[in-house]
C-alpha cells in the first residue's frame, strides 16, 4: 500500500510552485488543503459549459441537473449513506448554525445537551446559542490530559433521559486525537436523543461511514479534503423526520430541497465531488484498487492508503520533534497509539512565542499556523488562549523529505536566542 509520492504530488498544481527558487512547504492542511487538479477543472467546466440554474429543459440546466445529482451520489458514498440524506452547503460552520434551531426547535426548560471540551467552536457555539435560546441546560464531556483522550467513562453521569442532543468531533483539530464517536453516539441514541459529528478534521485522512458510527447529523468541509470553500452534510431520515423543513414554499418538500434553500453553488457541488474522486483514485495509484469497482470501495481503499502514508510521517515527525529542544506538544506522541491520531501537531517551542516560530517558518516558505484555531475549548484547558501555540499538519501529499526540511527548520529557530 506504498503511495507513489510523485504523481501523488503531481496532482496538485499548486505543489509545483516556489517562490524565488524556493519551494513552497505547506503544512497548513488542518486550515485548509491545497486543491487537486481534477477539482479546478471540474468547477471551470461548470462554470463555461453548464452555467444555468437546475430544473429547466434547455441544454445548460440538464447539464446542471446531472452535476447535482453526480455531486449527491458522490456524498453519499463519501458518508455510506442514501442520495436522500445529503445536503450541500457553505461550511460546517455555517451548516450547523442553520441546523441547529430546527433541532433545537423542541427542547423545553429542563432540558439538557452535552458538548464536549475537545471541539472546534463550530460544533459548540451552534448548540450553546440554541440552548441559550430555548433555557435548556449545557454539559460538557471533559478529556483526559495525559492520554488526550475524552472521559467516556463519564458518559453515564452526563447523558439521561432529559438529553436531547449530543455534538461531539471525530478528530480535534488541536490535540489531533480521533474520537470514539460511535461510542458517544450509541450512549445518545439510547436515550433517543440527536447525535452530532464534525468530521472536518478527520475526513482528509480516513473514511467516513454513518452507518457504523450511528450518529443523526455529520459535516464535512470539502476545502479540507482537496476540494472548494464547500460542505456536506449527512442528515439521517430519523432527524429528517423529526425536525421542521427550512425552504421556500414553492420548494420540493423533499431532500435536499426540504433542508437547504435557495440555489447552491453548483461549481462548487461539481468541485466536492472532484475531490472525492481524487481520494477515491488514491486507491488505484497505490496499486490496490481497480477504476471498475464502487466509488465506496474505491474511497475506503484510497483513504487506507492514505492513512498508511500518513502514519509514516507522523512517526517520522514525532522521532524527530523529540530531537528539538524546549519543544512541548499538545496530544499524543506515543508511537505505539498512532491509530488514535490524526497528522496534526500542536506544539510550543520554550521562550519562543508561537507567532514568532510561524514567521520564521514562513521566512523558510513553509507555511504553518500559530493560535489557537477556533479551538476555544482545548485552548482554554491547557490555558493557551493568550499565547497560542504553533500547528502543523500532515496529508498524502507531503513527502518525507518535507517532512525533514521542517525539523530541521524547528531545530535551528529552537536553538536560536
Known amino acids: 500500500m506504498q503511495l507513489p509520492i510523485d504523481q501523488v504530488r503531481a496532482a496538485f498544481p499548486a505543489l509545483a510552485l516556489a517562490d524565488d527558487g524556493q519551494p513552497r512547504g505547506y503544512f497548513d492542511a488542518p486550515a485548509g488543503t491545497q486543491v487537486a487538479g481534477r477539482v479546478i477543472d471540474a468547477m471551470r467546466d461548470v462554470m463555461v459549459g453548464a452555467c444555468a440554474n437546475d430544473g429547466g429543459l434547455f441544454r445548460t440546466s440538464v ?78 464531556l471533559e478529556w483526559d490530559r495525559q492520554s488526550f483522550a475524552l472521559k467516556l467513562e463519564t458518559l453515564p453521569d452526563l447523558i439521561d433521559a432529559r438529553t436531547r442532543a449530543v455534538a461531539v468531533g471525530h478528530a480535534s483539530n488541536f ?31 480516513m473514511a467516513l461511514d454513518v452507518a457504523a458510527i450511528g450518529c443523526d447529523l455529520m459535516a464535512a468541509s470539502a476545502y ?34 426540504r433542508l437547504a434553500p435557495g440555489t447552491p453553488a453548483f461549481e462548487a457541488m461539481a468541485g466536492t465531488a472532484a475531490a472525492i474522486d481524487h481520494l477515491a483514485w488514491l486507491g488505484e495509484a497505490a496499486g490496490t484498487m481497480s477504476a471498475a469497482l464502487p466509488l465506496r470501495q474505491r474511497l475506503v481503499a484510497g483513504l487506507a492508503a492514505a ?71 482545548p485552548a482554554g484547558v491547557l490555558g493557551v488562549k493568550e499565547r497560542g501555540a504553533v500547528r502543523v499538519g500532515f496529508t498524502h501529499y507531503n513527502s518525507a523529505a518535507e517532512v525533514d526540511a521542517l525539523l530541521g527548520a524547528l531545530a535551528g529557530i529552537a536553538r536560536v536566542g
Open 175 to 205: 490535540l489531533g486525537t480521533i474520537n470514539d464517536v460511535a461510542a458517544v453516539c450509541a450512549a445518545a441514541r439510547a436515550v433517543g436523543a440527536v447525535s452530532i459529528v464534525d468530521a472536518v478534521q478527520s475526513a482528509p485522512h
Open 307 to 377: 492513512q498508511a502514508h500518513e502514519t509514516d510521517l507522523m512517526r517520522q515527525f514525532l522521532a524527530g520533534l523529540s530531537d528539538v529542544p524546549g519543544v512541548t506538544l499538545h496530544g499524543i506522541a506515543n508511537p505505539n497509539r498512532l491509530h488514535e491520531r490524526v497528522a496534526t501537531f500542536t506544539f510550543e517551542l520554550a521562550g519562543k512565542s508561537s507567532a514568532d516560530v510561524a514567521a520564521a517558518l514562513a521566512a523558510r516558505n513553509m507555511f504553518v499556523w500559530h493560535g489557537y484555531y477556533y479551538a476555544w475549548e
Open 63 to 140: 447539464a446542471t441537473g446531472v452535476i447535482v445529482e453526480s455531486a449527491i451520489a458522490n456524498a453519499a458514498a463519501f458518508f455510506n449513506c442514501g442520495d436522500d440524506e445529503v445536503i450541500f452547503g457553505l461550511n460546517t460552520t455555517s451548516l450547523f448554525f442553520q441546523m441547529a434551531p430546527l433541532i433545537a426547535h423542541d427542547w423545553r426548560a429542563g432540558d439538557n445537551i452535552l458538548l464536549t471540551r475537545m471541539d472546534h467552536d463550530a460544533n459548540v457555539s451552534p448548540w450553546l446559542q440554541a440552548a441559550a435560546a430555548r433555557g435548556v441546560e449545557v454539559r460538557f
Open 224 to 257: 479540507k479534503f482537496f476540494g472548494p470553500h464547500a460542505a456536506i452534510l449527512f442528515v439521517s431520515r430519523r432527524l429528517q423526520a423529526i425536525i421542521p423543513p427550512l425552504k421556500v414554499r414553492p420548494s420540493a418538500d423533499v431532500m435536499p430541497t
